[in-house]
């Protein structure tokens, strides 16, 4: 497993041009944009580049090389899904970071504690989005995936817009909404931590599944 991370770190990171580029990039819109946002980009971009180690590691029958070492499929996904959760939580820290230098520096006020709950809700929405984007690569491989991830996600915009379009969805959405405002926010945490706990390992047992019936 330590093996396998040190491996994906390399890959991601050999590139040090790139990486910097990223990292600018978050800082210039740091001074431009509303914190939440830079923290969830930052998460995003990180989860994306781990997910990205899939394609270095299917290039030239990798994949068949890794399976003749002293790793098995299943531990092959579940090293997939904690580097992820790892750069995810990497890159939220590095966006609450920027946030906090950019506030500094436009003379602004920056409470760290009031952020964390943002923090955490955020690498909980990204969780499952990049998991459900290791799913979709191991499934369909790079070129593929790119499609279906469109598919997917197209499918869930019009989802959305379908039910904010139902007649009292808006109202009903307001009402869902007032209720978590009342709540105490330790219950909606424990909530969403279970919820995304749930889904994220429903989610590992698919990808388990899908690397099993994988043939390379």
């Known amino acids: ?43 995003m971009l990180f989860g994306i580049m781990a997910v990205g180690t899939i394609s270095y590691d299917e290039l ?18 579940r090293e997939k899904f904690i580097y ?24 602004q006020s920056f409470d760290l504690i009031e952020s964390l709950p943002y923090v955490l809700a955020i690498i ?17 491989g790079a070129e593929k995936s790119r499609l279906a991830m469109l598919v997917i996600y197209g499918a869930v915009a019009v989802i959305l817009f379908a039910l904010s379009k139902i007649p009292g969805g808006p109202e009903m959405l307001g009402k869902v909404i007032d209720v978590l405002e009342r709540t105490s926010p330790l219950v909606v945490a424990g909530v969403l931590l279970l919820t995304v706990a ?10 388990v599944r899908v690397m099993k019936n994988k043939e390379f």
């Not at 030239?60 to 996904?77: A, E, H, I, Q």
């Open 124 to 140: 909980a929405v990204m969780t499952l989005l990049v998991s459900g984007m290791i799913v979709i690569e191991l499934k369909f």
């Open 60 to 77: 030239d029958n990798g994949l068949p090389f890794l399976m003749s070492l002293p790793v098995d499929r299943k531990s092959y996904v």
């Open 198 to 207: 749930a889904l994220d390992m429903a989610l590992y047992l698919l990808a």
């Open 1 to 43: 497993m330590k093996g396998l991370i040190v491996k994906d770190l390399h890959l991601n990171f050999r590139n040090s041009r790139t990486i910097l580029m990223y990292l600018i990039i978050c800082v210039i819109m740091g001074f431009s944009m509303d914190g939440s946002f830079i923290i969830g980009y930052a998460a």
């Open 84 to 107: 992820s959760l790892i750069m995810e939580g990497g890159g939220a820290l590095f966006g609450l970071l920027v946030c906090g230098v950019c506030s500094l520096a436009k003379g």
